[in-house]
């Protein structure tokens, strides 16, 4: 298939996904939101017809007690370990994490032992230039000292780092080492059909193509530790200019629009005129052949001038893409995590601007950078694991010397539990859905309550069933409602009676009545 061609197709898939999205939210009833039984989250007012007294607000990750949860502890590994892929293997019941770990990472200071960027308008574009700097240091987590290793838990949260016995190390094989030749899982695929191919690797050959033509290698595996190479690995099309493609994170399967999709640090390496790192999409049927990279998000009045993304990790969840980008602070070097969404994939929002998990303060081990990889969802929690840093770039390791640590923490947050609507204690809250039509026999709403704490009050989450004429239901009624007053999913009912099956398919709205508590969602089930 042909540039042109490709273009083509990737394009009728776009217009196609764009027809199931506008498509699938009505049902022929005069554009009637027909939900069925996907979950609906509170992040936006896509459900939201009107609310009152009650207010969206971010939930920020809670770090794991023992943070951080993986750390240098053997004599392989010093003062830098990365966290590369990390996954929850249902079979073995395990959770598993590659990562590297560096053989030195140390500052050095002397002339011409670095670089240092400056820019310079040309035309209408910055162009980047490397100029000599003092400031350097020994070792690079993608060079020659970095050892790919293994760690596994079995509840994510205390670690071991087995005996592999695969690579010698200073005369042992007692170590966590994996082999040379051995693949970062990019993704588990969920959409292949074929097992021998269900991990799948962007591995050695791929470039940057940030000043210089890239390559692209797939490679194909079973359990992600025995890897073959794609037989359709060849040059990537990436015209005859330069900077096609930076530094980018790997979604995986978008099942949403039918792809695969990567994001892509589009601007700082191709020469756009905002002389930064902003965030592209690029998608392919196949992993092989890719699309013409696509701006999707760029930094706005609301960031600060010093406004970058480093990265953007993207993955679909309930039906929404959540994106975790990085933000890089370039005057302060801060990096952290914030939280963008989408309905269409292209077209993202970030209402809040504060951090989804904070840095850690003065002297811990994540002051200054948090690089976040996709999360999982595992028994009813969001595990965000991230690589955390106190510091970013030459000259602060060179200030730190000898304390400079990079490390793996855990941070959480309770199952759909990204954006919440809050209610307080005196009026309460009150949040109108939009009409909509359901399947399914019983109504469920994941919700915190507030803990006894003498200022907030009892818990009070009571919901009714309107009509489409706002007129409440009997048997349905708020009057007749059951209160729900504690943390957790919680199946609704009215004077002890929880079956809908009579109203499934029909227009209706949900009207909630809220105090001392938080939503998170909602969801019509057969059970």
């Not at 700097?133 to 079995?154: E, F, I, Q, R, V």
């Not at 190479?229 to 978008?254: C, L, Q, T, V």
Request: overall charge neutral; hydrophobic content about 35%; some cysteine.
């Amino acid at each position: 298939m042909n540039a042109l061609a490709l273009r083509t197709t990737l394009i009728m898939v776009l217009l196609l996904s764009a027809a199931r999205l506008n498509g699938g939210a009505a049902d022929g009833q005069n554009g009637l939101t027909h939900i069925g039984t996907q979950k609906q989250l509170f992040i936006d007012d896509y459900i939201v017809e009107q609310m009152s007294h009650v207010k969206r607000i971010l939930n920020h990750g809670v770090k794991a007690p023992n943070n951080p949860v993986v750390r240098a502890d053997r004599p392989w590994e010093t003062n830098y370990l990365r966290l590369n892929k990390i996954v929850y293997d249902d079979k073995d019941g395990l959770f598993k994490m590659w990562y590297s770990a560096m053989d030195e990472f140390k500052p050095k200071k002397e002339p011409g032992a670095g670089y240092r960027v400056e820019w310079t308008l040309e035309g209408d574009s910055f162009a980047r230039v490397n100029v000599p700097d003092p400031y350097g240091y020994y070792g690079d987590p993608n060079g020659d000292g970095s050892k790919l290793c293994l760690a596994t838990s079995k509840d994510g949260v205390h670690w071991e780092k087995p005996n592999l016995g695969k690579v010698e190390y200073k005369g042992s094989r007692d170590n966590n080492i994996l082999p040379p030749g051995s693949r970062i899982p990019t993704l588990l695929d969920p959409h292949e059909t074929d097992p021998s191919r269900r991990y799948k690797a962007v591995a050695d050959g791929y470039k940057f193509s940030a000043y210089h033509y890239g390559r692209i290698n797939v490679f194909y595996s079973a359990d992600g530790f025995e890897w073959r190479p794609a037989p359709e690995n060849k040059e990537m099309d990436i015209a005859s200019k330069k900077g096609r493609w930076g530094p980018n994170k790997f979604m995986g399967w978008d099942p949403i629009r039918g792809v695969y999709a990567t994001h892509i640090e589009s601007c700082l390496h191709r020469r756009c005129p905002l002389g930064k790192r902003v965030t592209g999409r690029s998608e392919s049927p196949d992993m092989i052949r890719w699309s013409e990279v696509q701006t999707i998000m760029i930094p706005d009045e609301r960031d600060t001038p010093g406004t970058e993304f480093y990265a953007f990790p993207a993955f679909v969840y309930e039906g929404i893409y959540i994106g975790v980008p990085w933000i890089f602070e370039t005057t302060e070097s801060l990096h952290f995590p914030q939280l963008a969404f989408s309905r269409d994939g292209i077209n993202y929002q970030r209402p809040f601007r504060e951090p989804l998990t904070n840095l850690g303060d003065h002297g811990d081990f994540d002051e200054t950078t948090h690089y976040g990889n996709n999360p999982l969802f595992h028994d009813g929690t969001i595990w965000m694991y991230y690589s955390g840093g106190n510091w970013r770039g030459p000259e602060p390791l060179h200030e730190i010397g000898d304390k400079a640590v990079f490390s793996i923490g855990l941070a959480t947050l309770p199952e759909d539990g990204f954006v919440s609507l809050t209610a307080g204690k005196l009026i309460p809250g009150k949040v109108l859905t939009r009409v909509l039509s359901f399947e399914g026999k019983h109504l469920y709403l994941n919700m915190i309550a507030s803990k006894h704490n003498w200022g907030s009050g009892p818990t009070q989450v009571k919901v009714e069933v309107l009509d489409s004429a706002h007129t409440p239901i009997p048997g349905f009624t708020l009057e007749e409602a059951d209160n729900l007053a504690s943390s957790g999913k919680h199946r609704v009912s009215w004077k002890g009676k929880s079956d809908l099956g009579s109203l499934a398919g029909k227009p209706v709205q949900l009207r909630f009545t809220v105090r001392n508590a938080k939503l998170d969602s909602f969801q019509f089930r057969d059970k």
